[in-house]
Each structure stands twice: as C-alpha cells, then as structure tokens.
C-alpha cells in the first residue's frame, strides 16, 4: 500500500506507466498532468485506491492506452475526452464509479476497445453507430437506456455486451446481420419484437436474455402478432420509452398491456397514453389499428403533425391530442369525431376544428359539453 508521487513533476518524459494490480491507496490531483510522451497509464484493480475523479490526461496527446478498471474512479467521464486524446484505442474503465452518459467525442474516433461495464453510466448508446473501429463494447451493468442503434457501418464489432441495462426497442437487423460479430449478449433490457436470430458460432456466445426482462414475442424465432408489430411501430415513434416495454410483453397486445383496452374478440378500441410525459411523434401507424374507437395523447410533450392517415379509421369516435406540441395543419376528422386538440402550435390559418371543453350550470348541476370552433 502507498502514495504514488506526483509523476509529472519527477519524471516528465514516462511514456509508460504500469502499475496495475498493487496495493496503491491515493493518487495525488494532477499526478499526469504533465507527461506528453505518454503512450500508454495502466493502474487497473487497485483497489484500495481511496475515491478520485478522472485524472486529467489532456496534455497526453499521443496516449494509445488508458486502463483504470476496478480503481475506484468516481464521477464524471469528460466530454471532450477525445478531443484532446486522438491516438486513443483502448479505454479501460470497467468497475468504477463512473456517471453520466458516454462522450459524444467518442463518435468518429480510433477507439477499438471501449470497455464502460459496470458504472453507473445512462443516455442512450447511439454514439456506437460512429465508432467505425470499433471492435470490443462492453457497455453492460450500466443504465443506458433507448433502442439500439444502426450498427451496420461497424464491420470491426466482433464482442458486443449490452446486458443489464435498461435498453428498449426491437434489435435492428443491422446488428443481426453484422458479419464480423462473433459474441453478443442482451439479457436483462427491455427489448422487444421478434427474437432475434445471430448467425453466430458456438452458440453460447450468443446471450438472448430469453428468460429475464427482456419482452420478445416469442422464446421460438418467427414474426410477431399484427397488433403487437403495430404498436411496436407506434412506440418506436415516441423513441421506444420503457413504461411501455414494462408490461407490453408478448405476443397477445390484449393481455395485460397497460394503456391497451380490447374487447372481447381481442380487437384492440381504446389507447390511452395520456400524461406519460411521451416525447417524439404520432405515428401514422395509428391508422392500421382498424378497429379503433378512443385514442387519447393529451398532455404529453409530442412535437410534429398529426398524421392526415388517421382520418381514414372507420370507428372513430374520440381523439384527443390537447397540451402538446404539434404543429402544421390539422387533418379534416369525420364530423362523428370528437376531436380534442387545445394547447398545441397547430397554424393559426389552419381550416380545421377543435374541441374546447366548456362547463356550464348552478352551483347544483354542473353539465360539460364541447365547443366546436370551425
């Protein structure tokens, strides 16, 4: 056990610093600072470090290798880390204390080897899809969260390892189809749609997550039932938010599916997702829900259009998108619609009609009714 003294100030010229697997309990603040030979600062599984935050190493512009797993690191990873850091290739900080989400500098890096497990990390994983070089990921025991992204420009990807984090959404083929992949797991997320098929040998290389909290459609590979693609469809619009992925598992959209209500020959008449706090758009794919009488998108934060396609389902009867944020025109409802959309951007000169809930009465009888303004 020990100190490591300030190296920057004894030895300004290391461009290697390897101590990992010792006993060390404290690195001083700016102990790299100064080193720029540096190529490669390996401390991993020293334990007994006392907390410390990321150390800065911006003036090490030629570093290659940058190993802190299992030391105890706490807080946040830079934003800009490789900015300052191009020769980066293999980052190495499994184990720690890590917060916040994964650098937008990473995309369009060197980096090979991105080993992020066991943090605390959240956000999204997108910034994958500009890791060209990319050839071992291993981003599982964090909180990311969001769908996969389109992997198909990561030809190097041969270890992929997302298990245990909060992921939703339905495995994109540009990662089934990844030829080079040679591992993958996705245990314990929140993916959905039809199980994925990886053309991957030996199969215990490939983790499914089949059992645990993942929700596919079937623990057998074929497609899924029409009303479940459809509102897989529509929840990839609002960027697949996992209240949805909690109880939407499955392949029977009429069985236990929150905001879903179904009549008793499972055709699907109600969607309710009022005041979940939905970000993203209303899908057109509304419209293939044919049997639909009630949709109810109030008091969300949705953006964009209303789709013109979902004037055109013949059971209609309300459809309420009020305290939002759409815009443009509004489609022409069927007079029969109860059409409720107060509390949006929509254009002033729009030829359209809302509904204005009014109440009117004594202190006795109260009666509600709906104001059409034309």
């Known amino acids: 056990m020990g100190s490591l003294p300030n190296l920057s ?10 101590l990992s697997n010792n006993h060390l309990s404290f690195i001083p603040q700016g102990c790299f600072q100064g080193l720029p030979s540096l190529l490669r600062l390996n401390l991993g599984n020293n334990t007994n470090l006392a907390p410390w935050t990321f150390p800065n190493v911006t003036h090490s ?3 290659k290798e ?40 990473f995309g369009g890096s060197k980096v090979v080897t991105l080993r992020l497990n066991d943090n605390g990390f959240s956000g999204t994983i997108d910034v ?12 599982q025991g964090n909180s990311f969260e969001g769908p996969i992204p389109d992997l198909s420009r990561s030809t190097a990807l041969l270890d992929l390892q997302l298990a245990h984090n909060l992921l939703t959404g339905i495995v994109p083929d540009s990662l089934t189809t990844l030829d080079s992949l040679q591992s993958i797991s996705l245990n314990d ?12 040998y030996p199969e215990e290389n490939v983790n499914l997550g089949v059992n645990t909290s993942n929700g596919f459609c079937h623990k057998n590979f074929g497609p899924c039932d029409h009303k479940v693609t459809i509102l897989l469809e529509i929840a990839a ?39 979940l706090k939905l970000t993203g758009t209303i899908s057109p794919a509304f419209a293939n829900l044919t049997d639909l009488r009630k949709l109810y998108l109030d008091d969300n934060n949705l953006t964009g259009e209303i789709p013109q396609r979902l004037t055109t389902l ?18 022409k409802f069927s007079p029969k619609v109860n059409f409720i959309a107060t509390g949006n951007d929509f254009h002033s000169g729009s030829d359209h009609r809302i509904s204005i809930p009014l109440i009117i009465g004594t202190s006795s009888y109260l009666h509600m009714y709906h104001i059409r303004i034309f």
């Open 314 to 331: 013949p059971k209609f009867e309300v459809v309420n998108v009020s305290n939002n944020h759409l815009s443009g025109n509004i489609p």
């Open 237 to 275: 619009e609002f960027g697949y938010p996992i209240l949805l992925p909690r109880s939407w598992r499955g392949n029977n959209a009429c069985k236990n599916w929150s905001f879903i209500t179904c009549d008793d020959k499972n055709k699907i008449r109600i969607v309710n997702l009022s005041n």
């Open 61 to 63: 512009t030629q570093l």
């Open 66 to 105: 940058l190993n802190l797993v299992a030391t105890n690191v706490t807080g946040f990873l830079p934003a800009d880390i490789l900015k300052s850091l191009p020769n980066l290739q293999t980052i190495l900080l499994s184990n720690n204390h890590l917060t916040g989400v994964s650098p937008e500098s």
């Open 128 to 139: 994958l899809s500009n890791m060209v070089d990319l050839s071992e990921a291993w981003l």
């Open 9 to 18: 100030h004894f030895f300004p010229d290391l461009y290697l610093v390897s």
């Open 189 to 200: 997320n929140f993916l959905q749609g039809p199980l994925p098929q990886f053309a991957i």
